[in-house]
């Protein structure tokens, strides 16, 4: 009897103890983050920026699984993960969000901004905040604006030099209805096409050329199956960095508080790094063998013209509300 007693207070006095130490405090957030790049892109710095401010801020409460180069999943399926809990944070073009809603399609718009700053300023101010309050309306939380930055075209047939050189030419594009008819109306037999799929598509002839921010076609070494690379800056592809709203809920407001954070400071190192390498990239892929031409400023007019049937095309589904709202933000921006 006086054994039992014994064991029982020695049992009471470890779980007073345990709860006075946090033992039984609440087990960390596991928060898995799949991208589909590597981890040495700008994406992938961002991510292990992110992963490593997180755990510092929120010591013990937030574990970040980074998961690059599409170890986990694509990004094609990556938003229906995060929608049914498999995942809690992905970092996706805003291109693939138009099955959420038609606004978002406003950023596919061929040749919207002009520069790097103008995308800043629309998407960190204001009309940035209009999307942030849709994305929530569906369960998802923007924790920051991350960039793929301007796309540019390769092909193994000829370098593009006028509207005329896009035709005939099976280009990938991303599986989106503004890039389609983006290359549809220069001319060009769009492919719609996974990222995944597109080094061996390329290889194979299935298409002749694809488009893509510098940084994917240095790292996919798209250059090992392409001849020619045009500076056409045809489209700027902001990245979105979600976060499930479930899991955000899971946390205080000083929690949550310090993930925007995090997400804005791996935000601020992957536009820097993504910058630095589009200088760098353009040098390297020279070195492998590409013949890289820019387009002289009379026949990018006429490239902008052909692709302003897009705007007539998509601008009903996108809506006056969200279309007024950032063509008016460039227009303060442009000073007009």
């Known amino acids: 009897m006086r054994t039992n007693h014994w064991l029982r207070r020695t049992a009471a006095l470890l779980l007073t103890a345990a709860l006075c130490t946090g033992a039984f405090a609440q087990a960390p957030i596991v928060i898995k983050f799949p ?11 961002g991510a292990e920026r992110f992963k490593k401010l997180a755990e510092e801020r929120l010591p013990g409460r937030v574990r970040v699984e980074v998961y690059p180069s599409g170890s986990l999943m694509d990004d094609q399926t990556s938003l229906e993960a995060l929608a049914f809990g498999e995942i809690q ?39 940035g ?24 075209t390769t092909n193994s047939k000829r370098a593009i030099v006028r509207v005329e050189d896009f035709d005939g030419v099976k280009m990938r594009v991303m599986q989106n209805p503004i890039y389609i008819d983006t290359f549809k109306a220069l001319g060009s037999n769009a492919v719609p096409m996974a990222f995944s799929e597109v ?10 050329g694809q488009e893509n921010p510098f940084a994917n076609i240095e790292n996919q070494k798209y250059y090992e199956v ?25 946390m205080s407001a000083q929690e949550q508080a310090a993930m925007k954070e995090c997400a804005a400071v791996g935000r601020d190192e992957e536009r820097r790094v993504n910058r630095e390498q589009a200088v760098s990239s353009v040098a390297n892929l020279k070195s492998k063998g590409m013949i890289v031409n820019d387009i002289s400023p009379a026949e990018m007019q006429r490239i902008r013209d052909r692709t302003r049937s897009v ?17 008016g933000e460039l227009k303060r921006i442009r000073g007009n």
Not at 93 to 103: A, M
Not at 111 to 120: C, H, I, Q, S, T
């Open 35 to 45: 991208h589909d790049l590597a981890p040495t892109t700008p994406k992938g710095m």
């Open 129 to 152: 905040d209009y999307f942030t309050a849709k994305l929530t309306g569906v369960g998802l939380v923007n924790l920051a604006w991350w960039e793929n930055g301007f796309r540019n």
């Open 89 to 127: 944070m992905i970092a996706i073009s805003l291109s693939k969000l138009d099955r959420l809603t038609k606004r978002f399609q406003i950023f596919d718009l061929p040749f919207l901004f002009g520069n790097e700053r103008e995308a800043d300023q629309v998407l960190d101010g204001k009309a």
């Open 199 to 208: 080094y061996s598509a390329l290889e194979t002839k299935t298409v002749d």
């Open 226 to 250: 392409q001849k020619y690379l045009t500076l056409t800056r045809h489209a700027y592809s902001p990245l979105v960095v979600l976060l499930s709203k479930k899991t955000w809920d899971t």
């Open 311 to 327: 705007y007539e095309q998509h601008g009903k589904a996108i809506g006056d509300e969200a279309l007024n709202l950032v063509f």
